[in-house]
């Protein structure tokens, strides 16, 4: 359906990627927000706290990320799209709410602005160091869906995709952008609110003592009811039933959390979304995602300008791993090169799943910059060689 | 593809930021051409000498950074010690004749000077610096249309002064055309 | 238990899920016996009223009630409910947790949402340890009390709980222990029917592991503890309520005035500074902060 026109600002905007999110958010009907201030993400919360109020929305400063990441889910349970949004230190506060929001299958959207780490690291400079933590940071085994915007424009189209993608599946969505990504400042084109596709949440048609919270259909998500409809929810992180009941047992705990799993890794080709360019015939693809993809992009032109046949794969939606695609991909190609700003996290899923049909180059940086093109370059120009 | 990497520099509460803004959304929003903004972020942008940066291009920009800087707009004497080094080779210098001495002179490069702070005092607002500058950028450098530019200008300041900052690009725009004659 | 079909409480429990968890000798159960009667009694629409629990032995209660229960974080039901009463201010929403979940780890969300005077009540059952994990040490055990993680006896000074939540602003603070039914129950349904942060602490036995460690008797002998060394003072300052090791409770309400809630302070400046254009977000039930 068409999005609520209160909250799209349609127009061309000069914006960086922090505001631009900020009114993907809105433009997608989010209508609460829980945050703490964290650089390089708090630009998000300040343009959300001036934007909600006029538009019947409620802003909250929580007093840690602890709050503001349960904070949502609250509002969420309450009937509202809920947002937060924070940087590494943050993000790792509020890893065990994402465990709950995947247990509970609560929709919600978390948007990481990643700066340089471990621990305080580099609070204004870029990084891509959080993509693991994204996947794996809360206790336990589950799925999550997460995705990775490279410009402005792009964090304001990932952002609505995030709060859709979690309306559908019904787990915590993330946004992944980076210090780069989030205060680069680019023209970002808003389309009017009947140009933009906005999910609403799926709410039960079924009326109390017919409804039980946790039933699910072909898809594996099970239709949602907020507080107050009548249906005496029970809802807990507790290993539970249909019913929402909690249940001490393997039994459940195997219907339950295999469940969970499944509906995103069963669906992950439905969920998947990226992009290509010149793959046929390609030596080498270059896989990236986020800012890193960009950077890659001019490297791969000097390598291309060398007569190097690349192809490149930016990963748009990075969790789940579009492990169907890179299979296929490991079949037509001989190497895959994968820069990013770490000492090698989504390469690792890359040589996972190419499973030693061909190599994968990492190309690591530990952020506080970008790569320099050259260096992506000489790593695809070596990896042609090698493989030829 | 023509690429133009660009810098402001100049110290904190000068509107640095906001002439690079002015810039990038003229080229992106106005004259058909692709524009990324970076800035410094942190307690360094608040202090001594603070840096905006500008790639302007036909095409689509993948690196986001500048670290060759075809034309400098500097605003401190500070920042032009900083930055005047990284100047590309041949590159264009504009800057404010007042705050700024430009020696050591990077090989050569070609220098525009306007005396804006006088400009700006003369209009009421010393403020308005900033503004003159970039009509004085947009003047030598030829980069984007003055149309562009003053449009930029008109949505970027706030409401109640934007008939003075109008006025302060004009002046700035004019000095530039005077001193090209 | 062959009066269950006939108990006046039984439509608020989830029976399905009867027998509870909690040990014979219990408080909490008592106190949702007294919290199921202030339901009825102060006319709460219940399908309008959400209730939310941390995690311990009285994390459990929200999923024994018969209303919307969520069981959610250890230590975070307060920043839980806050999202769900903003998401929709028509809601009554009720935390019900213990001292641990409340006051240790999720002592900062505490101090910060009666600072904000968020529209809560709160119930917080204190018993003086952690029962779900074994009997350790809590933010309100008693000096001198022994505890599986202070064998050699609590030397800390524990929290004086009314006197916390007095300081950080709340409108309503009580205590009462699981003795006191009566008043509690009354307690419970004042205290629903008002807006803002409302606060009533409950001590609570916990005959398997606090009494037992410290040889304190059964819940019989915590019961009649109560009865004999509780002063009833309602309206006492709330800096004089500590509780030693087996020493005088004093129990009562102390508190009752109002203020703002944090919605009604957020229409108030939004309405100052944007004018008649701004439409005031929804701001729920009880009118106002002084219908106790």
Partial sequence: MAADPTGVLTGQHYLDGNHAACEGALAAGCRFASGYPITPSTEIVERIAARLPRMGGMFIQMEDEIAASITLQGAVWGGKKALTVTSGPGFSLMMEHIG????????????????????????????QGDMMQARWGSHGDYEIIALC???????????????????????????MMDECVGHMTERVIIPSADKLSVLDRRWTTKKPGEYRPFDVGADLVPDMAKAGDGHRLFVTGLTHDERGYPVMNHKAQEKLVRRLVDKIRLNADKIAHYEEDQIDGAEVVVISYGITARVAQRGVQIARDKGVKVGTMRLIVVWPFPETRIRELAQKTRAFVVPELNYGQMSLEVERVAAGKVPTVLVPHGGGEVHDPEVIAEAIIKAARSVS | ??????????????????????????????????????????????????????????????????????IMMLMSQDAYTRFSPELAKGGTLVIEEDLVNPVPLPEGAVVYKAPATRIAEELGRRMVLNIVMVGFFASVTKLLSAEAVRKAVQDSVPKGTIDLNLKAFDRGFEWGKKIAN | ?????????????????????????????????????????????????????????????????????????????????????????????????????????????????????????????????????????????????????????????????????????????????????????????????????????????????????????????????????????????????????????????????SRPSFIEAQNKRYTEVFGPSYKPYPEGPHGNGANA
């Fill in chain 1, 149 to 175: 915007p490279e410009s402005p424009q792009e964090c304001f189209d990932t952002t609505i995709e995030a709060f859709n993608l979690a309306e559908q599946w019904r787990v915590p969505v993330m946004v």
């Fill in chain 3, 1 to 257: 238990m062959s009066d269950t079909a006939t108990n006046p409480v039984n439509p608020y429990l989830r029976l399905e899920r009867m027998p509870s968890i909690w040990c014979p000798g219990c408080g909490i159960g008592t106190s949702v016996n007294c919290f199921a009667r202030a339901l009825t009694q102060a006319k709460l629409d219940l399908k309008m009223t959400s209730i939310v629990s941390g995690i311990g032995c009285t994390g459990r209660v929200s999923g024994y009630m018969s209303l919307d229960s969520f069981h959610t974080t250890h230590g975070r039901a307060i920043p839980f409910a806050t999202g769900l009463k903003l998401a929709n201010p028509d809601l009554n929403v009720i935390v019900y947790s213990g001292e641990g979940d409340l006051m240790a780890i999720g002592g900062n969300h505490f101090i910060h949402a009666a600072r904000r005077n968020m529209d809560l009540l709160v119930v917080c059952v204190n018993n003086f340890t952690y029962g779900m994990t074994g009997g350790q040490v809590s933010p309100t055990s008693p000096g001198g009390a022994t505890y599986t993680t202070a064998p050699f006896g609590q030397f800390e000074e524990p929290f004086n709980l009314p006197h916390l939540a007095d300081s950080c602003g709340a409108v309503y603070v009580s205590r009462w222990t699981t003795f006191h039914v009566r008043q509690l129950t009354k307690s419970m349904r004042e205290a629903m029917t008002k807006k803002g942060f409302r606060f009533i602490e409950v001590i609570s036995p916990c005959p398997t592991l606090y009494q037992r460690r410290n040889k304190l008797g059964d819940g019989l002998d915590a019961m009649k503890f109560y009865k004999e060394s509780s002063v009833v003072k309602n309206g006492a300052d709330t800096r004089d309520l500590n509780i030693g090791f087996q020493t005088p409770i004093t129990v009562g309400n102390f508190v009752n005035r």
């Fill in chain 1, 100 to 127: 709950l929001a995947a247990m509970t299958e609560c929709p919600c959207v978390f948007i990481d602005v990643q700066r340089g780490g471990p621990s305080t690291g580099l609070p204004t400079l870029p990084g």
């Fill in chain 2, 1 to 70: 593809m023509a690429v133009t990497e660009i810098k402001f520099g100049g110290f904190g509460g000068q509107g640095i930021i906001l002439a690079g803004m002015i810039v990038g959304k003229a080229a992106a929003l106005y004259d058909n051409k692709e524009a990324t903004l970076t800035q410094a972020f942190g307690p360094e942008a608040r202090g001594s000498a603070c840096s905006a940066q500008v790639v302007v291009s036909d095409s689509r920009i993948l690196y986001p950074y500048v670290h060759r800087p075809h």
